[in-house]
Nanobody
Framework: QVQLVESGGGLVQAGGSLRLSCAASGSIFWINAMAWYRQVPGKQRELVAGITSGGSTNYADSVKGRFTISRDNAKNTVYLQMNSLKPEDTGVYYC??????????????WGQGTQVTVSS
């Protein structure tokens, strides 16, 4: 059984910073892509940032230059450093990890979500 545990969300003033973490655990054989998504009420979940197993990254235009995604393969963990936060960054942030286990083929898993609220 795979678990993704997120942490680091909270309330911050505009211009502040937060760092999100998502740790994967279980009988993991190999992790491919890792990503962060954001969802606000009434809207679809949208990709914020992604990172491949080789370290290539991609970002939503709205966060380029402010957010940085990184991963620690030894810890099966993905991070999202969020700087210069804006009220429009508010939402529930979900990590998504594509991995295979010793018993199952590669598939995508979601974290439980962590709330980020940026006050103006």
């Amino acid at each position: 059984q795979v678990q993704l545990v997120e942490s680091g969300g909270g309330l911050v003033q505009a211009g502040g910073s937060l760092r999100l973490s998502c740790a994967a655990s279980g009988s993991i054989f190999w992790i491919n892509a890792m990503a962060w998504y954001r969802q606000v009420p009434g809207k679809q979940r949208e990709l914020v940032a992604g990172i491949t197993s080789g370290g290539s990254t991609n970002y939503a235009d709205s966060v380029k230059g402010r957010f940085t995604i990184s991963r620690d393969n030894a810890k099966n963990t993905v991070y999202l450093q969020m700087n210069s936060l804006k009220p429009e960054d508010t939402g529930v942030y979900y990590c998504n990890v594509e991995l295979s286990t010793v018993l199952a083929a590669r598939r995508s898993y979601w974290g439980q979500g962590t709330q980020v609220t940026v006050s103006s």
